[in-house]
Nanobody, 121 residues
Framework: QVQLVESGGGLVQAGGSLRLSCAAS????????MGWFRQAPGKEREFVAV???????LYNPNVKGRFTISRDNAKKTVSLEMNSLKPEDTAVYYC???????????????WGQGTQVTVSS
């Protein structure tokens, strides 16, 4: 069992930066790939980034070069550094844990409650 709690969301102007964090509980954190997904109003949840237990990573092309995912296995945390934010990045951001290094949300077993990111123009 893994419990996930996100933090770090907020309101930022376009071009600004935010850092999201996800704290995990449970003894098997290192066994999971950790992903970030987001859901904008009226849209389906979409993949943002994933990091494997060994810190390989994949990104949605819409965020590649602006967002960076990282993890600290000792602290059981995963972070998403978001730079050059755009209004279209506005969404609720969710942290998820998966036994697979996957961009597909159906492969994720555990989810956090989400944190709101709002980017004003």
């Amino acid at each position: 069992q893994v419990q996930l709690v996100e933090s770090g969301g907020g309101l930022v102007q376009a071009g600004g930066s935010l850092r999201l964090s996800c704290a995990a509980s449970g003894r098997t954190f290192n066994s999971y790939a950790m992903g970030w997904f987001r859901q904008a109003p009226g849209k389906e949840r979409e993949f943002v980034a994933v990091i494997s237990w060994s810190s390989n990573s994949l990104y949605n092309p819409n965020v590649k070069g602006r967002f960076t995912i990282s993890r600290d296995n000792a602290k059981k945390t995963v972070s998403l550094e978001m730079n050059s934010l755009k209004p279209e990045d506005t969404a609720v951001y969710y942290c998820g844990a998966s036994p697979y290094y996957s961009t597909e949300q159906y492969r994720y077993l555990y989810w956090g409650q989400g944190t709101q990111v709002t980017v004003s123009s």
